[in-house]
């Protein structure tokens, strides 16, 4: 197996009493796309979370690229490589979408706080703001404030601000949640297009969104990861087809 | 060659939508004073420019940073004490600081304020940052009670303007030196404050302000970009209680207090947060109330709440989201379709202001003045504040008008209504 992107070494989770995340172990190589997948409440979103330092662990590792980020901040998380977008749909409402993807780009290209660059004369910056407005085909709806934007724009707009800033782990929560069938057919192309070359962990309801993408599966139990493995095996898994599988798509 | 001349002709167009503004702004301010003669003129233009720069630094935390600080004027207060006390000190000949470079002084003091009340405030904005802004004032305010040596007690500090060192020759002992000395900070000031809203930072912070949640993952700390953009604003206001001591000479504990925070907080509501000259307007307007309706009424505070009042309810943009909100029907040109609507609201709107007015008046009157019984003037118009038919009448304004408004109020959203139709349907 080549580089280890993500790497997860008994995690564990508590909120009060309840175990949310019991002792997950979890290794994403280096330009994987790796999906998770498991039941609600199984706890998909908190290990999510925990990975990009929205919460603390309550006891455990995690490395990305070699970088232990157990319990950093999400804006240090950030800065290592690490770059996710959310299950409910989570942009700057007011601002307009090139404004979206610009802010995305900026700590990335090195502008951190500055206060002497006027964004406007920054053309490298905002050639490259362009550049991801095609590739998402928000382009032509640049100025519309965010927040105005059709539900499948703002999935997109969601994505684009994920991957502005070229991290090169990217953790996907539900990117085609609420969408229709030809909505998640351009979605899953778009994920693919933009994350060629990265690492992908993403989280996803849609069976067949996850066996077209995914080159590995994990799937996901009450807090416990019961089986990891290449997508065909996963399907004739009998514990994963009794755990999950079986009740969904029977 | 003709396609020389477009180009040109370009170039020109474009400098003039992109500097006209400022050329116009500096015009205005350099002509203001010499159509409006007067020494009362003088004084209000000059209150004008301070409050101008106090107020857009107020809307870098809310309008630009979503941070609601009821504790602003703790920065424009300590700005005019740390200048006055300057003041003082170029005086006895120990600090060569020529006058006109004072408010920088201040704009300082303002400065290294904020950074210490801005990292302890601004870990969390909302409700948090709110309460914490309150007790910074208060804690401020009551240390000027307890260091008499700094606030100078009651009596507040004074100084005096009329130094040896200056840089321009000017004296200072003319107010419209005065004027223009803040004519030009405002300026500065305007322009730095807008050119910061282009920078990163300033994109970041509408950014933080929109979604704190998800700024740490384009890799921001909040906290930290609250803690900068709350600092400058700290400078701002510095800047513009520096100018304050310059334009009185004596600066109170007055000014660090909760009564000028809230006073800066409506005007820039007023003018509105969304836009960057909308607490500009708030800013002028707010002032020429305060300094010219004290004048005629004792009233003059109620007229301000109701304001607004009627500002929070009914226009949550301010003045600058009303004027905005007609820029793109003024570009379809359809304002013609509106006026209509507008002049018939305009009437009965009046009629229910004076009889708010008369009423409000009387009541002011049987209260609070020395000899209730005497007759009373509005308008010039003398009648006894006792008699039923001033009651009645007023009565009879606000009803009438009140009832008329609202089928006006109707027409006018009729009138809307139409418009944005047909904007639509030119849109396609």
């Known amino acids: ?250 | 060659m003709n396609q020389d001349n477009t180009q040109k002709r370009n170039t020109t167009l474009y400098y003039i939508q992109r500097y006209g503004i400022w050329v116009t702004a500096a015009l205005l301010t350099g002509l203001l004073p010499l159509i409006f003669r007067s020494g009362f003129a003088l004084s209000m233009l000059s209150q004008m420019g301070i409050a101008i720069i106090f107020a857009l630094s107020y809307n870098m935390l809310l309008g630009q940073g979503g941070m609601l600080s009821f504790g602003h004027a703790v920065f424009y207060g300590l700005g005019g004490f740390i200048s006055i006390h300057a003041l003082n000190i170029i005086m006895d000949g120990k600090l060569p600081v020529p006058v006109e470079l004072l408010p920088l002084v201040g704009g300082l003091g303002g400065f290294l304020f904020g950074i210490v009340f801005g990292w302890i405030s601004t870990k969390r904005a909302g409700t948090t940052f709110a309460l914490i802004s309150l007790g910074i004032g208060e804690l401020i305010a009551a240390s000027s009670l307890m260091l008499p040596g700094f606030f100078g007690g009651e009596e507040g500090i004074s100084g005096d303007r009329m130094l040896e060192v200056t840089l321009t020759g000017f004296e200072f002992g003319k107010q419209i030196e005065v004027y223009y000395l803040i004519g030009f900070w405002m300026l500065i000031c305007v322009y730095l404050m807008y050119l910061l809203t282009q920078t990163p930072l300033g994109r970041v912070a509408n950014a933080v302000r929109d979604n704190p949640e998800r700024a740490p993952f384009i890799g921001y700390d909040t906290h930290r970009v609250r803690t900068i953009q709350y600092t400058l604003a700290a400078f701002f206001a510095g800047i513009a209680g520096g100018l304050f001591a310059i334009n009185y000479e004596i600066v109170t504990a007055e000014t660090v207090g909760g009564i000028e925070s809230g006073s800066v907080l409506m005007m820039t509501y007023i003018g509105g947060v969304g836009h960057f000259f909308g607490p500009i307007l708030g800013a002028v307007l707010v002032t020429f109330m305060q300094l010219s309706l004290a004048n005629y009424t004792h009233a003059w505070l109620l007229y301000f709440g109701l304001l607004f009042m009627g500002m929070v309810l009914w226009a949550p943009n301010g003045l600058a989201g009303i004027i905005m909100l007609h820029e793109p029907v003024w570009r379809a040109g359809l304002m013609t379709k509106l006026l209509p609507a507008y002049m018939k609201a305009a009437l009965p709107a009046v009629m229910l202001f004076l009889g708010l007015m008369v009423l409000i008046e009387i009541n002011y009157h049987l209260s609070l003045s020395i000899d209730p019984d005497a007759p009373m003037q509005i308008f010039g118009i003398q009648f006894d504040a006792h008699s039923p038919i001033s009651w009645g009448l007023a009565f009879l304004l606000i009803i009438v008008g009140f009832v008329f408004f609202r089928r006006a109020a109707g027409l006018v959203n009729q009138s809307w209504q139409n418009v944005t139709y047909e904007m639509k349907r030119e849109l396609r």
């Open chain 1, 1 to 250: 197996m080549s580089k280890c992107a993500l790497k997860l070494v008994d995690v564990h989770k508590s909120f009060g009493s309840s175990k949310i995340i019991d002792g997950v172990n979890l290794e994403v190589a280096s330009g994987e796309r790796h999906a998770i997948i498991g039941p609600n409440g199984a706890g998909k979103s908190t290990l999510f979370n925990l990975i990009s330092g929205f919460y603390e662990v309550s006891s455990g590792h995690i490395e990305l690229n070699g970088h232990t980020i157990t319990n950093l901040l999400a804006h240090q998380v950030n800065r290592f490589g690490l770059a996710r977008s959310f299950q409910v749909t989570n942009i700057f409402p007011k601002m307009s979408v090139f404004e979206n993807i610009r802010c995305a780009l900026l700590w990335p290209m090195g502008y951190r706080y500055s206060f002497r660059h006027l964004c406007g004369r920054l053309k490298r910056l905002n050639a490259k703001v362009e550049e991801i407005l095609e590739k998402i085909h928000l382009a032509d709806r640049r100025h519309i404030p965010a927040g105005l934007l059709a539900y499948a724009e703002q999935r997109a707009l969601e994505i684009g601000i994920t991957i502005a800033g070229d991290a090169q782990v990217i953790l996907l929560d539900e990117p085609t949640a609420g969408m229709s069938h030809s909505e998640t057919d351009r979605a899953v192309d778009l994920i693919r297009k933009v994350t060629e070359d990265k690492t992908l962990v993403v989280v996803e309801h849609d069976m067949s969104v996850v066996f077209d993408l995914a080159d590995r599966i994990s799937v996901l139990v009450y807090g416990e990861i019961i089986a990891t493995d290449v997508p065909d095996q996963i399907r004739d898994n009998p514990e994963v087809q009794e755990a999950y599988l079986g009740k969904e798509v029977a």
